[in-house]
């Protein structure tokens, strides 16, 4: 999906009108800019980024680092028992996949389905990873503040 089909699907899921209304952007101006048949009327980064506060989706965001060979997620909420979650979860997850390893190469023949399950295991183990790297870099730092 491209960015324009997700911001396009934002407008559709979230309802354009109640859209508009939350970015208190014009009705017309918003569907025309969502519309994927109008080569005219484009979404400014500004008004993607605001899209998306307001309607809690990240669909252009996933988009775009797709486009560009990336993935995104959201940075865990920082409190005081954050750091030793991060660490468990973390380890928790490498085991989950270490366990789903030893399950696939038990009979030596890895199967598509197989593949598809390791890769499942391998990316909440690397968002795990990710979230106590988040964790560490943010702990003592101030919250970002959202937008809206």
Not at 5 to 21: F, S, W, Y
Not at 59 to 85: F, K, Q
Not at 104 to 116: M, Q, S
Request: net charge negative; charged share 25%.
């Amino acid at each position: 999906m491209n960015v324009s089909e997700a911001a396009h699907r934002i407008g559709m899921d979230v309802g354009m009108k109640r859209l508009a209304d939350m970015t208190g952007m014009d009705y017309d101006l918003l569907r025309a800019k969502l519309s994927l048949n109008n080569p005219r009327n484009h979404l400014h980064l500004k008004e993607s980024v605001l899209l998306q506060s307001a309607s809690g989706r990240a669909d252009i965001l996933h988009a775009m680092a797709e486009e560009l060979g990336y993935v995104a997620m959201p940075l865990p909420e920082i409190t005081s028992t954050s750091l030793p979650r991060a660490i468990t979860r973390a380890c928790a997850e490498f085991g989950d996949y270490m366990r789903k390893v030893d399950d696939v190469f038990d009979d030596g023949e890895v199967t598509p389905n197989e593949v598809k399950a390791l890769e499942k295991e391998l990316t909440e183990m690397i968002a795990a990873a990710t979230r106590l790297q988040a964790v560490l870099v943010g702990t003592g730092k101030k919250q970002p503040e959202t937008i809206l």
